[in-house]
């Protein structure tokens, strides 16, 4: 029978790779899968619900599904990297058709200053994780392919070592099961 240590060390592993596989999937794989974008919020505007450091996953939608409610990341110049992550509360027309959208942080008082052209809208909020947004700016879009590969090496190097190691241990039990028949 293995001492207490050991099963919580065990347990412990198995929780690390259970944390950094979820993290991995939720900063990376999913958002390449489903065809989105990752953004980290970076002020309190739309607090409570994102917070600063909240990663936000985004994935484009047709303009003309969106609704009143929906959270929206857009460009706030169009053509330029700056975006931000607010609740879409108006839908209007102007005269010549063109649509255009009124946004406002949770937190904020007021609605934006400027309205929202389809065109700088880069999708709808697909899902949100706290905190894991600090993990994303830390880790520019290079590094963060190189410490993919690295994390999922290490968890299949981890995996192999327990498989080895649970393999002795049955076989060293099964000696010992044999010698004292």
Known sequence: MRPLASWV???????????????????????RVAGATPYT???????????????????????DEL????????????????????????I???????VSFTTKGDANNVVDANPV????????????VPKLGYVNNFVSGDQRQVATYVV????????????VAALRERRRAKQEHDVTK
């Open 9 to 31: 060390t065990q347990a412990v592993a198995w929780f690390v790779i259970f944390a950094a596989g979820s993290a991995l999937a939720a900063a990376v794989v999913v958002p």
């Open 41 to 63: 919020i970076l002020t309190g505007s739309m607090r409570p619900s994102l917070p600063p450091g909240t990663l936000v996953v985004v994935k484009p939608k047709p303009v």
């Open 67 to 90: 609704q009143v409610g929906d959270v929206v990341t857009y460009q706030l110049k169009s053509g330029e990297a700056t975006v931000v992550t607010h609740r879409i509360t108006q």
């Open 92 to 98: 209007g027309t102007n005269l010549k058709g063109e």
């Open 117 to 128: 052209r389809p065109e700088q809208i880069r999708g709808e909020l697909l899902y949100a």
């Open 152 to 163: 999922v090496t290490g968890l299949l190097g981890y995996a192999a070592f327990m498989s």
